[in-house]
């Protein structure tokens, strides 16, 4: 069975489920839980549920701007056909409903039955979906945090993941080990612990434990070189998924993406400068990188051919600008074609020396104007729709 056909059917899963769930809510709404008409369609949508949630650790439903989208899945398709749904979860300011392993029928029932008075009156809703948290085991319900300003970690930026929170935390430490002491080729060690990282991240990256919508709307401005790695990272195998590419090509861009800012942590006499200036060490450390990135990773056991690529061309152009400067026109790698896009997005996103982080349209609009010079024309359109199906603004 072809990809996209196995994409077809998980979509029409999930529009059905979602149908299913907003049904068990009118079906509530006109009869009393144990009548069989509500026990039918409560039992329908539960055993969907208990079906994917035996394959899977969460699923995660996300509303805003009018739409739902399911597991990084949008159905635009249910706009106009849930609409009345969807609006009264966006008075209740619910954005999120996140359904775990372990989730049982009474549990369900009882979450059915605190959201429909919250419907009629949605000024507490949060408030009161909070306070019943203690019955809600496996059941997430609220809203997405927001773009409040410059100062927004990852921390913050992971608290709308409660269960994965202490997973997503401790990427960045490892991480900081995984960069730590660059002298030559990767241990053995440091390699597994990449390719381990690489793998939890498209995992969670599937299942909805880190939504994209999150990575890509909900960007802070946080310059942290780590975090930039994780998003980039998790940004390419999304890309690469779009087009799909096969689930092991999938890990290995995503762990090129990963380490391709390797050659960045190199000892060095000074330390980067943590204004706005950027001294010439830091410029020439800036032009090189790529090439002692892909030196460190070619030397390195057990790294995936696709990976050193990766570090060497995420700066190339794809008419062949960019650095390091070529002496004569180079057939890019696919992957190193993905971590670019991705990593000029994140890098607009984010504060560095001498340039303040922008706006998710004006990273959007910055790029499309090098659409064809700077970016492959086919992949940053990949891109550029899923940016515009996960993230709700006007582009």
């Known amino acids: 069975m072809s990809a996209q056909t196995n994409k077809e059917k998980l979509a029409l899963f999930y529009r059905d489920l979602c149908i299913g769930f907003v049904g068990s809510l009118r079906a509530l709404s006109l009869y009393p839980a144990d009548h069989p008409e509500t026990k039918k369609k409560i039992s329908n949508i539960f055993q969907r549920l208990s079906k994917y949630l035996s394959q899977k650790p969460a699923l995660t439903l996300l ?63 949060l408030e009161t979906v909070a306070k019943n948290q203690g019955r809600l085991p496996h059941i997430l319900a609220g809203a997405l945090p927001t773009e409040v300003g410059p100062q927004i970690s990852y921390e913050d930026l992971s608290g709308v993941l409660k269960d994965a929170r202490q997973s997503v935390l401790s990427f960045s430490e490892k991480l900081k080990d995984l960069f730590t002491d660059i002298q030559g080729p990767l241990s053995g060690t440091k390699v597994a612990m990449a390719k381990e990282t690489t793998e939890t991240i498209h995992r969670m990256s599937i299942s909805g434990e880190i939504p994209l919508k999150v990575i890509i709307h909900r960007r802070g401005t946080d310059a942290d070189p780590y975090i930039h790695a994780l998003n980039v990272c998790a940004l390419s195998m999304s890309i690469a998924q779009e087009i799909e590419l096969e689930e092991s090509i999938i890990q290995e861009v995503g762990l090129g993406a990963l380490l391709h800012d390797i050659g960045l942590h190199l000892p060095s006499p000074d330390n980067f400068s943590e204004t706005a200036a950027i001294t010439l060490s830091e410029r020439d450390r800036q032009w090189t990188h790529p090439i002692h990135g892909a030196e460190i990773l070619l030397a390195t056991p057990g790294m995936p051919d696709i990976v050193p690529m990766v570090a060497y061309e995420h700066h190339l152009h794809y008419d062949g600008g960019g650095y390091p400067k070529q002496k004569r026109h180079r057939d890019l790698n696919i992957a190193g074609m993905i971590t670019s896009i991705a990593n000029n997005y994140d890098n607009l996103r984010r504060n560095r020396p001498g340039q303040n982080a922008t706006s998710l349209a004006n990273a959007i609009n910055w790029m499309d104007r090098r659409f064809g010079t700077h970016f492959h024309p086919l992949l940053f359109k990949k891109f550029r729709a899923l940016v515009k199906a996960q993230a709700n603004e006007d582009i």
């Open 63 to 125: 509303i805003a701007g009018g739409d739902i989208v399911l597991e990084n899945i949008p159905l635009l398709e249910l706009s106009k056909t849930l609409a009345q749904f969807i609006q009264r979860m966006e008075d209740m300011k619910i954005q999120r409903i996140v359904f775990q392993k372990g989730l049982s029928s009474d549990e369900l029932v009882f979450f059915l039955q605190l959201l429909l008075p919250l419907m009629k009156k949605p000024d507490d809703a």
